[in-house]
Nanobody
Framework: QVQLVESGGGLVQAGGSLRLSCAAS????????MGWYRQAPGKQRELVAT???????NYADSVKGRFTISRDNAKNTVYLQMNSLKPEDTAVYYC?????????????WGQGTLVTVSS
């Protein structure tokens, strides 16, 4: 099992910045990628950014150039630096840890942290 604890959400004005953090514990060696997803009211959960153990990153088109994902492997922590925030970035942000192989994928989720961007 992997446990994920997020921090860093809050209220910010449009154009501002926030940094989310997510610390992983438990079966760390099982993780092959970590990332962030978000879910806005009335919408489905969507990928924001992920980073594999090998360093490959993937971003949603809507956040490219504004958000940056990073990992501190020594601390088993993943970060999401969010700049130039827009009201449409308002959502609950969930930390994700993933184990994937050619046979199976397993996901673990944090409890979520609310990000509210005011206009």
């Amino acid at each position: 099992q992997v446990q994920l604890v997020e921090s860093g959400g809050g209220l910010v004005q449009a154009g501002g910045s926030l940094r989310l953090s997510c610390a992983a514990s438990g079966s760390i060696s099982s993780i092959t990628a970590m990332g962030w997803y978000r879910q806005a009211p009335g919408k489905q959960r969507e990928l924001v950014a992920t980073k594999t153990n090998g360093g490959s990153t993937n971003y949603a088109d809507s956040v490219k150039g504004r958000f940056t994902i990073s990992r501190d492997n020594a601390k088993n922590t993943v970060y999401l630096q969010m700049n130039s925030l827009k009201p449409e970035d308002t959502a609950v942000y969930y930390c994700n840890a993933e184990y994937s192989s050619i046979w199976v994928r397993r996901d673990w989720w944090g409890q979520g942290t609310l990000v509210t961007v005011s206009s």
